[in-house]
């Protein structure tokens, strides 16, 4: 039994998933209902467990260590022979503690993750494994509280967490509890508190280049930026660039690692399909005759059938083929219409997105580093500067100007590095003037898929440039709100009103495209609009979001 557990457990660490778990689950379902195998029981009913985590199946991997966990509990420490020591064995306790604590976080039941984690958090042990556990469980422990915003709590695990990392003598370790540490007061807009942390963290790892290392770099660069952006530091944008820079290089890599696997999976998959086809195709010249005898006839009787079938009920099938191809025709007629439009407009939002990032990320980053250069011969002359050179720096900061002001006319630089909410906050302060005040409400809103923030950006936009254009309002309104997996959008304006009908068969006003970009996003949409009374309007969308990172 022990060999048996041993060579799944192997398996396992290869990741050859499939063969691990049906081996695991044939063992287990041998030992199950016995008195016998104990230990084994329990390192084979985590095993199970493990495995069902790494495929996302998070349900059954909680039901198999839970099984793990009250063997384990039920006098499980019996020394047998052939298995690790017992401080191994406790070791595997502890991490099966770990694991049930972020399975129960993973499926939103922190009541019973924090009970887990607890548990961890009263073993007493210098053991440098068993505190190297402790630290990840003080992690997902800050993690629910500052999800709950018990910010103060999240700090005493997060500095826990940092404290047993340092003795531990892990600066990648210490520094990813460093940012967890600095994210809580960030969230509680101690932004210089927020900003000293980070550096501290970003100071461990700046020399290892590590794929680690990188990764994490990658990330505080970029908490770093938006805290600088927050303290309204010009070097944000520095420290967002350096993010960029290393998450290009991080993605160029993986794409390389995937060609690769493709590739050699390619090769293997080659040579097994020419000696199948080679198989094949000796047993189709065996049956090939017998096969088409066999057809003919087949089709032969199916002609003749459907011939007199047909015969009787020709004028009848005509009727109705009529009918339900012209309802075909009619449904296929507004589903490509609204397709086409939606696809035109995928195809604006994406060509806009790629004209506004190359000019930013290319054109812009040229003109400054010419800049630069001129400065830079500036600074060596000794008595005036040329004209010439003077003109040029103010030509080059003109044309800079003018691309930035571009790149966010074409999409919103503030909703591609910021989010949703940054965006339309900066919405209402950019078009509020002395003829409209334009008042903004964001609630729960974090961040998204990014082209759901795109469309969803557009769909606003449309709205408020309606507004700006027709409405002769004084005051308008915008509320977004997300609430059970739905984005709640709310605008209102005091304005004159519109006719509702009159406005979709004139498509003036770009309802028509709106209303058919919100039908494909599987939304609600709803206007209310009286003359001289303004105008409400409503949309639900259901979000697309990112999935949570859980520390394991």
């Given at each position: 039994m022990v060999k048996k557990y041993e060579e799944i457990n192997e398996l396992y660490k290869s990741k050859n998933y499939t063969k691990s778990l049906e081996n695991a689950l044939k063992l287990f379902e041998e030992i199950e209902n016995t008195n016998e195998n104990k230990r084994v029981k329990f390192l084979i009913a985590s095993v199970i467990g493990n495995i069902f985590k790494e495929t996302n199946n998070h349900d059954k991997s909680l039901k198999f260590y839970l099984k793990s966990y009250n063997l384990y509990e039920n006098n499980l420490i019996n020394v047998e022979s052939g298995l690790n020591s017992i401080n191994d064995l406790y070791i595997e306790y502890v991490n099966l503690l770990l694991r049930l604590g972020s399975s129960y976080q993973v499926l939103?039941?922190?009541?019973?993750?924090?009970?887990?984690?607890?548990?961890?958090?009263?073993?007493?042990?210098?053991?440098?494994?068993?505190?190297?556990?402790?630290?990840?469980?003080?992690?997902?422990?800050?993690?629910i509280y500052l999800r709950d915003s018990l910010y103060e709590r999240a700090k005493i695990y997060a500095l826990k967490a940092v404290e047993i990392r340092k003795l531990n003598?892990?600066?990648?370790?210490?520094a990813a509890s460093l940012s967890n540490l600095a994210s809580?007061?960030?969230?509680?807009?101690?932004?210089?508190?927020?900003?000293e942390i980070y550096s501290k963290a970003l100071n461990l790892i700046e020399n290892d280049t590590t794929s680690l290392a990188v990764k994490y770099k990658e990330s505080l660069y970029y908490n770093l930026a938006w805290t600088l952006f927050l303290l309204k530091d010009y070097m944000a944008y520095d420290f967002q660039e350096k993010s960029y820079l290393i998450k290009d290089n991080l993605r160029d890599q993986e794409m390389r690692r995937i060609v690769e696997d493709v590739y050699a999976n390619y090769?293997?998959?080659?040579?097994?399909?020419?000696?199948?086809?080679?198989?094949?195709?000796?047993?189709?010249?065996?049956?090939?005759?017998?096969?088409?005898?066999?057809?003919?006839?087949?089709?032969?009787g199916v002609i003749i059938y459907n011939y007199k079938l047909r015969q009787k009920n020709l004028k009848l099938n005509f009727e109705?083929?009529?009918?339900?191809?012209?309802s075909q025709i009619e449904r296929l007629k507004s589903e490509t219409q609204i397709r086409i439009l939606n696809a035109t407009l995928d195809g604006k939002e994406s060509e806009r997105k790629e004209i506004a990032e190359t000019l930013h990320d290319s054109v812009s980053t040229l003109l400054s580093s010419a800049s630069l250069h001129l400065q830079a011969s500036k600074n060596k002359f000794n008595g005036s500067t040329p004209l010439e050179i003077e003109k040029s720096q103010t030509i080059i900061?003109?044309?800079?100007?003018?691309i930035r002001d571009l790149s966010h006319t074409l999409v919103s630089s503030v909703l591609l590095k910021f989010g949703l909410k940054y965006s339309i906050n900066e919405m209402g302060q950019k078009y509020s003037n002395s003829q409209i005040e334009i008042e903004t409400s964001t609630k729960n809103i974090n961040r998204y898929h990014q082209n759901f923030e795109i469309k969803v950006n557009n769909i606003i936009q449309e709205f408020v440039n309606n507004i700006l254009k027709h409405s002769k309002a004084t005051y308008a309104l915008v509320q977004v709100e997300e609430k059970n997996k739905q984005l709640f959008i709310h605008i209102e304006d005091n304005g004159c009103g519109f006719d509702k009908d009159g406005v979709v068969k004139k498509d003036g006003l770009g309802i028509n495209q709106i209303e058919a970009r919100i039908q494909m996003m599987k939304g609600t949409f709803q206007i209310d609009s009286i003359k001289n009374q303004g105008t409400k309007i409503r949309i639900c969308l259901p979000i697309i979001e990112k999935e949570e990172a859980i520390l394991l």
């Amino acid at each position: 039994m022990v060999k048996k557990y041993e060579e799944i457990n192997e398996l396992y660490k290869s990741k050859n998933y499939t063969k691990s778990l049906e081996n695991a689950l044939k063992l287990f379902e041998e030992i199950e209902n016995t008195n016998e195998n104990k230990r084994v029981k329990f390192l084979i009913a985590s095993v199970i467990g493990n495995i069902f985590k790494e495929t996302n199946n998070h349900d059954k991997s909680l039901k198999f260590y839970l099984k793990s966990y009250n063997l384990y509990e039920n006098n499980l420490i019996n020394v047998e022979s052939g298995l690790n020591s017992i401080n191994d064995l406790y070791i595997e306790y502890v991490n099966l503690l770990l694991r049930l604590g972020s399975s129960y976080q993973v499926l939103k039941n922190n009541d019973s993750a924090i009970y887990y984690y607890n548990k961890i958090e009263n073993i007493q042990s210098l053991n440098n494994r068993i505190e190297s556990i402790k630290a990840l469980t003080y992690s997902n422990l800050s993690g629910i509280y500052l999800r709950d915003s018990l910010y103060e709590r999240a700090k005493i695990y997060a500095l826990k967490a940092v404290e047993i990392r340092k003795l531990n003598k892990n600066k990648i370790s210490e520094a990813a509890s460093l940012s967890n540490l600095a994210s809580i007061s960030l969230k509680q807009n101690k932004f210089e508190e927020a900003k000293e942390i980070y550096s501290k963290a970003l100071n461990l790892i700046e020399n290892d280049t590590t794929s680690l290392a990188v990764k994490y770099k990658e990330s505080l660069y970029y908490n770093l930026a938006w805290t600088l952006f927050l303290l309204k530091d010009y070097m944000a944008y520095d420290f967002q660039e350096k993010s960029y820079l290393i998450k290009d290089n991080l993605r160029d890599q993986e794409m390389r690692r995937i060609v690769e696997d493709v590739y050699a999976n390619y090769q293997v998959e080659l040579v097994k399909n020419q000696v199948a086809l080679k198989k094949a195709e000796e047993r189709k010249t065996n049956y090939y005759l017998g096969a088409l005898m066999l057809l003919i006839l087949v089709v032969f009787g199916v002609i003749i059938y459907n011939y007199k079938l047909r015969q009787k009920n020709l004028k009848l099938n005509f009727e109705q083929n009529e009918l339900a191809q012209q309802s075909q025709i009619e449904r296929l007629k507004s589903e490509t219409q609204i397709r086409i439009l939606n696809a035109t407009l995928d195809g604006k939002e994406s060509e806009r997105k790629e004209i506004a990032e190359t000019l930013h990320d290319s054109v812009s980053t040229l003109l400054s580093s010419a800049s630069l250069h001129l400065q830079a011969s500036k600074n060596k002359f000794n008595g005036s500067t040329p004209l010439e050179i003077e003109k040029s720096q103010t030509i080059i900061t003109e044309a800079s100007q003018k691309i930035r002001d571009l790149s966010h006319t074409l999409v919103s630089s503030v909703l591609l590095k910021f989010g949703l909410k940054y965006s339309i906050n900066e919405m209402g302060q950019k078009y509020s003037n002395s003829q409209i005040e334009i008042e903004t409400s964001t609630k729960n809103i974090n961040r998204y898929h990014q082209n759901f923030e795109i469309k969803v950006n557009n769909i606003i936009q449309e709205f408020v440039n309606n507004i700006l254009k027709h409405s002769k309002a004084t005051y308008a309104l915008v509320q977004v709100e997300e609430k059970n997996k739905q984005l709640f959008i709310h605008i209102e304006d005091n304005g004159c009103g519109f006719d509702k009908d009159g406005v979709v068969k004139k498509d003036g006003l770009g309802i028509n495209q709106i209303e058919a970009r919100i039908q494909m996003m599987k939304g609600t949409f709803q206007i209310d609009s009286i003359k001289n009374q303004g105008t409400k309007i409503r949309i639900c969308l259901p979000i697309i979001e990112k999935e949570e990172a859980i520390l394991l």
